[in-house]
């Protein structure tokens, strides 16, 4: 079965501080994707990579950066860490079939930003 | 409905009942996904109907697309207390080259009491 892990699963940030989130699969899959997910809200793209090298703008990358240095990492970076920042994050790895991706996703990570 | 304004949906049945929840999209797609989540991990697709089926059927599952209308749904058949979480629709913008990128909606929580 797919499997996409995430580290850390919680953390605690102070504003200003640099966060790092890393996601790691075993899939073989070529895209890999960020999310956020805060309540009252579906999953919103903030970063996506379509392979080692390579990183694109979600629909909400303002503050965030990304980083896929292989295959099968792609880390997400808090510069600058704010409150507004305080969410949990998904990242997945994407199966690109047919009209469409079919993504699979990690457990999530819960970052609070004080 | 998941899409727009529109904020999280909550729907609360009995065990055994039958539920379907609704989805409407704004772009173009030739596929609309759908994912269940689980309390406290990440999303899993559970079935996947593209623009040239009218219905879609996996078990208990399932799911219709009407295109002229923008909008899907997703039917539940003898729900059972497992079935409890949160039910996401999601589309491809596919332009015709496949971008594996998705847009969510806002979710449906369902509870099914026993």
């Known amino acids: 079965e797919a499997a996409v892990t995430q580290s850390p699963r919680n953390k605690v940030a102070v504003t200003g501080g640099k966060v790092t989130l890393s996601c790691n699969q075993t899939n073989n899959h070529n895209n890999m994707y960020w999310y956020r997910q805060d309540t009252g809200h579906g999953l919103r793209l903030i970063h996506y990579?379509?392979?080692?090298?390579?990183?694109e703008k979600g629909d909400i990358p303002d503050g965030y950066k990304a980083s896929r240095p292989s295959q099968e990492n792609f880390s997400l970076i808090l510069e600058l860490a704010t409150p507004s920042q305080t969410s949990v994050y998904f990242c997945a790895s994407g199966d690109m079939g047919r009209g469409g991706d079919t993504q699979y996703f990690g457990p999530g990570t819960r970052l609070l930003v004080l | 409905s998941q899409w727009g304004e529109e904020n999280l949906q909550a729907l609360s049945i009995q065990e055994g009942e039958d539920v379907t929840m609704n989805c409407s999209y704004k772009?173009?797609?030739?596929?609309v996904h759908w994912y269940r989540q689980d309390s406290g991990r990440g999303p899993a697709l559970i079935i996947l109907?593209?623009?040239?089926?009218r219905e879609k059927r996996s078990g208990r599952l399932r799911a219709t697309l009407d295109t002229s209308s923008q909008s899907s749904s997703l039917s539940i058949t003898a729900a059972q207390c497992e079935d409890t979480a949160v039910y996401f629709c999601a589309t491809d913008s596919n332009t015709g080259a496949n971008t594996g990128k998705l847009t969510f909606g806002h979710g449906t929580i369902l509870r099914v009491h026993p």
């Open positions: 109907i593209r623009s040239n089926e």
């Open positions: 772009t173009y797609t030739t596929v």
């Open positions: 990579s379509y392979g080692a090298g390579s990183t």
